[in-house]
């Protein structure tokens, strides 16, 4: 075999050289790795950016899952507990369901208007606190068919009032007052006035018993 | 020949240390700037400040400013799902949860007393409003009552009830006590559809009604 010291230097330097292209094209390839997902660090003392869901989990099951819409807790039965974020309506919310993942408790903007409702074991509506539409604030009963029983609100012409209702839905009774004066109206299944205390419409004030037909059986002063 | 040699390995050896001196750099970018995988944790994320920290377990979030917790969302201790608020001092003020199953929003005075709270009933699932007094005594209440009937009702300080405003799907009646207990004053429904109203004595005597 024919090998001299400098056959032997030619061949090892264009190894070399070989290597060396090599890991140029390794590192180029890195370099655009770095530009495509490189992020800038944040000022906080502490900032950590993840791509995917932060998941904590304990021994027994139970998990706490923060994602990029919020926070959800997930109970060692896998049942959904507690979600905080924004839904996936894109409202702002706080969701509270009891074990068999039902939800039972929410608070959210519907419309960009804040809402707190409570929900009974089967789902029906039975509380709720809101700004309506005029942005007065209102208080709402409803009953296990989530027919409205009672309310607390602004009339139309901002007036406080608190109502009664049948399960038929109808008014039974209102307390309310303008700036004159409070009045209390009863009324009947059939929506007819039967009593009626406080100020009237023309500014005086009394009280007055009605029968079904609408006749004055009673009126003072 | 050996010449044209040295200087080739020369220009190697500089080639080399230039690229060795990118890959150092990259590498330390790479640490600066990577995303951290998405990770599965058994024990707490803590984030902290110089002023709060925020700590998620796998049963929720809790905010501290300091020593003192300030917020929690998640299940608390007994597993209920559970949103506090506290004051500055540490002093639990509002919390939203569920209570054997049944929602209920309380607020707190800075004593710890409840002082508002609306919540469903658990047995019928109705909902509830509550005010109370300092002494966490009930003194005003909207709820359906033990017959299902909407009510709004006024208490005394002895959490005995003074005046109450129900209604029934015939007529709507308000009715109006004394500190003993007795019906003062009655309007609205009577039995048998009719209309009226009546003020008695203490000792439930009719003093005058009407209609006649």
């Known amino acids: 075999m024919d090998s001299s010291p400098s056959t032997d230097l030619v061949a090892r330097v264009g190894r070399l050289e070989s290597s060396i292209k090599r890991n140029r094209v390794l590192a180029l390839g890195v370099v655009l790795i770095v530009f495509a997902t490189a992020q800038a660090s944040g000022p906080a003392v502490l900032s950590t950016t993840y791509s995917s869901p932060l998941i904590v989990r304990d021994a027994s099951g139970a998990s706490a899952t923060l994602s990029s819409t919020g926070l959800t807790i997930v109970d060692a039965a896998g049942k959904e507990r507690t979600f905080v974020g924004v839904d996936s309506g894109g409202r702002p919310s706080l969701d509270q369901s009891d074990a068999s993942g039902r939800l039972r408790q929410s608070m959210y903007l519907l419309n960009d208007t804040p809402e707190f409702r409570q929900f009974d074991s089967v789902g029906k509506r039975r509380l709720e606190m809101s700004l309506n539409s005029a942005n007065d604030g209102q208080l709402l009963l409803s009953d296990q068919n989530e027919k409205l029983r009672l309310a607390l609100f602004r009339t139309a012409s901002g007036d406080p009032q608190l109502a009664l209702y049948g399960s038929d839905e109808k008014l039974r009774a209102d307390f309310s007052t303008d700036d004159v004066s409070p009045h209390l109206v009863m009324k009947d299944a059939t929506g007819a006035t039967r009593i009626t205390a406080g100020g009237y419409k023309d500014g005086s004030i009394g009280m007055d018993i009605r029968n079904a037909a609408d006749t004055v059986l009673w009126k003072a002063p | ?212």
Request: no cysteine.
């Open chain 2, 1 to 212: 020949m050996d010449g044209l040699l040295s200087d080739r390995i020369a220009r190697l050896e500089n080639v080399a240390r230039r690229e060795r001196a990118i890959a150092i750099g990259l590498l330390a970018l790479l640490m600066a700037t990577g995303q951290a995988p998405a990770p599965t944790s058994s024990g707490p994320v803590i984030i902290t400040s110089s002023t709060s920290s925020a700590t998620l377990d796998s049963r929720g979030l809790t905010v501290r400013d300091h020593s003192r917790e300030l917020l929690f969302a998640g299940l608390d201790s007994s597993g209920k799902p559970s949103l506090d608020l506290s004051d500055s001092a540490g002093r639990l003020r509002e919390s939203m949860y569920l209570l054997a199953g049944n929602p209920i929003l309380r607020d707190f005075d800075a004593a710890g007393k409840r002082r508002a709270e609306v919540f469903l009933a658990g047995d019928s699932g109705n909902g509830e409003f509550l005010i109370f007094d300092a002494a966490e005594v009930r003194r005003l209440a909207l709820f359906h009552g033990s017959s299902g009937l909407p009510e709004f009702a006024l208490y005394g300080s002895d959490a005995k009830v003074r005046a109450y405003l129900s209604t029934d799907d015939g007529m709507p009646y308000l009715g109006m006590n004394d500190n003993g207990g007795a019906t003062r004053l009655v309007m609205g429904a009577y039995t048998g559809g009719r209309a009226g109203m009546d003020v008695r004595d203490s000792a439930g005597k009719a003093l005058w009604s009407q209609p006649k």
